[in-house]
């Protein structure tokens, strides 16, 4: 970390004008390691927003701590509405998709790390549905969607257990590719979670 005096440039930003599921940046690109980020909440809203699955992501384990940090394994038997329920607000869209497919196709490419030609991402997994209440996607769907099936919930595998769970923003996304998935949404402000749900196990009522 570089030192500080007072010549160190600052940044101030108020994150009572973000709704939820919205990051606290506008672009978590520019992030600089030399400017001080001083976040405020001048409206008092900050207790508006949902911040649940952050202690849960706490509790979880690393899908693989060593090269794919977002992603978290649930440590019980989580079904995607409860997983869903846990989000609360703090997401904009999730997107499912099949467990037993992303393995598959992990193996085929060698693991996380593994060198891939730039035709790869033709054979990556793709949704199978897309969770979100975020008008822009509907006005979109009602112009010609081309998309996964979407939803505002509940969810089609709703009952289906957890078996990797991520949240990301356009700063992150770059990462989902390890794990050979394309087609979630990206958008500059907001925040999302990906959902590899086994499709052929669900939790017991």
């Not at 693989?64 to 607000?89: C, V, W, Y």
């Amino acid at each position: 970390m570089p030192p500080f005096g007072p010549e160190t440039m600052t940044s101030h930003i108020d994150i009572s004008v973000k709704k939820p599921g919205m990051t606290p940046m506008w672009n978590c690109h520019k992030v600089f390691e030399d400017v001080i980020y001083h976040f405020t909440d001048s409206s008092k809203t900050a207790h508006l927003h949902d911040t649940t699955m952050l202690d849960r992501m706490g509790e979880d384990e690393y899908f693989d701590k060593d090269h794919f940090q977002t992603g978290r394994i649930p440590h019980d038997d989580l079904s995607l509405d409860e997983l869903m329920k846990l989000a609360g607000n703090c997401l904009t869209y999730t997107t499912v998709y099949d467990y037993e497919v992303i393995m598959s196709t992990l193996d085929l490419f060698g693991g996380i790390c593994s060198d891939r030609e730039r035709n790869a991402l033709e054979r990556y997994a793709t949704p199978l549905e897309l969770i979100t209440s975020f008008e822009k996607y509907w006005e979109w769907k009602k112009r010609g969607w081309q998309g996964p099936p979407m939803t505002q919930g509940p969810s089609k595998y709703g009952n289906c257990l957890v078996r990797m769970y991520c949240l990301y923003s356009s700063s992150s996304v770059g990462e989902l590719s390890k794990i050979c998935l394309h087609g979630e949404p990206v958008d500059n402000n907001l925040i999302g979670m990906v959902a590899l749900v086994d499709t052929k196990n669900v939790k017991q009522s």
